[in-house]
């Protein structure tokens, strides 16, 4: 894996009868259909709505959009993050990805005393304090996109990782600070001829069976038809990946990068992009972002929903039943068509009655079968993140080495 490393890959003619690319790594099967577009600065918002993020989803590089950010100095030095933020935990994985495998919890200098030597790299969430020294391209600073920034994520190894071709649940801008990356982006309408996984309920992500450095073209030789483009990321450069579209990625050298991720929305509301001063510099900060982490949380929530939704469904829930109030039987109405539904063979189970029970309690914590429209409106984000983590289980350990309260990362 080293820094020079040859990509897009040279195509080799075969001298046998086996196919193009039999047994070699992805992307030697054909020859891509060229790079991904590119821009020398990020988008404004609406442009960025029109051209790349409304389906059909378009994806981007740009080039040096996060070259301001303190980070793109900072964190080339190992000692200046162990110095700064080693008591932060994180989640650590190994190298090569393992979808069954489960993510560890450690202190952040702990990671960094031991990661060159160990098949270890970190994917977790990017600890609060770290989130001043990221920058925010411009793109996402107003509108629709702002409002529904769900996480942040740090991504830290020496190098020599990969990833398996994939799709994630929601979009991601993906902004490289130490190394380099290259990606391998394929539109998810060809997923019929990539040997996906069963997608998990509740998910919106998946994975590809097929072996990345041996693709199999005499079991899979539908992957030759597949058509693809290619990006290289260097330090200050980022990558749209929309949700739903494949990606497959591998590192050179010491990596670090940090992605943000919003909700895939079928609308943009630009009204407050006209008063929002998107040419000024934006530390991620200065922005809200959903699902954190901070020294001392229990949870290190990664993959959750987005909670404004859940708000707004709710909402929407009294105004389909004409009412002022909440009440346990209009929750029942959505966690049926939330969660139930998502399982067209599933039924209401006890114990999806006693899920309810439970959700509802926490909306009405004065026990008066309740909650006004007026409270809902006002409700602590942070009560509805409490709801979210009962639909799902957390993402990772609660505690170091917790092997009770783990479960895959999606």
């Not at 391998?184 to 069976?209: N, R």
Request: proline share 5%.
């Amino acid at each position: 894996m080293r820094m020079d490393a040859v990509f897009p890959p040279v195509m080799q003619r075969s001298d046998s009868d086996l196919p193009v690319g039999h047994l070699l790594p992805l992307g030697y099967q054909r020859e891509p259909e060229g790079p991904v577009k590119e821009y020398t600065q990020p988008l404004a918002p609406t442009e960025f709505w029109e051209q790349h993020a409304r389906d059909p989803y378009v994806p981007l590089v740009y080039r040096q959009a996060i070259a301001k950010a303190p980070a793109v100095t900072n964190w080339q030095s190992d000692e200046y993050i162990r110095e700064k933020y080693g008591d932060l935990d994180v989640l650590v994985e190994k190298k090569h990805e393992d979808r069954l495998a489960r993510p560890k919890r450690m202190p952040l200098s702990e990671f960094l005393d031991n990661y060159q030597d160990e098949d270890w790299y970190v994917v977790s969430l990017l600890p609060d304090p770290m989130r001043a020294e990221m920058q925010v391209p411009r793109s996402l600073l107003c509108g629709t996109f702002k409002k529904n920034i769900l996480e942040s994520n740090l991504w830290l190894s020496a190098g020599g990782t990969k990833s398996l071709l994939h799709y994630d649940a929601d979009h991601n801008l993906h902004c490289l600070i130490s190394g380099r990356k290259d990606f391998i982006m394929i539109d998810s309408k060809y997923d019929d001829l990539l040997d996906m996984a069963d997608k998990k309920q509740f998910s919106g992500s998946s994975f590809s069976h097929l072996d990345m450095d041996s693709i199999d073209l005499l079991t899979n030789p539908h992957v030759s038809e597949v058509p693809w483009t290619w990006a290289t990321l260097q330090p200050g450069d980022c990558i749209f990946i929309p949700a739903g579209y494949f990606h497959q990625v591998r590192s050179y050298g010491r990596s670090v990068a940090a992605t943000i991720m919003w909700s895939p929305l079928n609308y943009f509301d630009d009204t407050d992009c006209a008063t929002t001063d998107i040419a000024k510099y934006a530390a991620l900060s200065d922005v809200t972002v959903q699902w954190t982490y901070k020294k001392g949380d229990k949870f290190i929530d990664m993959g959750y929903m987005n909670v404004e939704m859940m708000r707004d469904a709710l909402l929407n829930v009294t105004k389909f039943k004409n009412s002022t109030k909440l009440t346990k039987e209009m929750f029942t109405y959505y966690y049926e068509s939330a969660v139930v539904d998502e399982d067209e063979d599933k039924e209401v189970e006890e114990e999806d009655l006693k899920m309810i029970d439970r959700m509802f309690g926490i909306l009405d914590k004065d026990e008066t079968g309740y909650i006004t429209r007026q409270g809902l409106e006002s409700l602590d984000i942070e009560v509805l993140k409490d709801i979210a983590r009962l639909m799902d289980e957390s993402h990772g350990p609660v505690t170091e080495n917790d092997e009770d309260k783990t479960h895959d990362e999606l």
